[in-house]
């Protein structure tokens, strides 16, 4: 059976996100996010399982995160 820090951990690796691109959108330190993911912090786990789900990833994008040249207008 998995906690809900190792289900964050799993949605964050899925996503391919880093701790520190997390960390910053939640606005807290890499550390404490690692933090949270380890349980350490488990009133914060929900509101970051939230965050990670909502984070579009370069994986996430169509056109594979890179501006084509003569598309801007």
């Known amino acids: 059976m998995s906690t ?3 289900d964050l951990r799993s ?4 996503k391919r996100l ?3 691109e997390v960390a910053q959108k939640f606005k807290v330190s ?3 996010y690692s933090a949270i993911e ?7 786990v929900s509101p970051a399982l939230h965050i990670v ?5 370069r994986t996430d994008r169509t056109d594979g995160g ?5 598309r801007e207008k």
């Open 4 to 6: 809900r820090a190792e």
């Open 30 to 32: 890499q550390a404490y």
């Open 18 to 20: 880093t701790q520190e």
């Open 38 to 44: 380890r349980g350490k912090k488990p009133s914060e």
């Open 66 to 70: 890179e501006k084509k040249a003569g």
């Open 11 to 14: 949605l964050r690796l899925q």
């Open 53 to 57: 789900n909502g984070m579009r990833t």
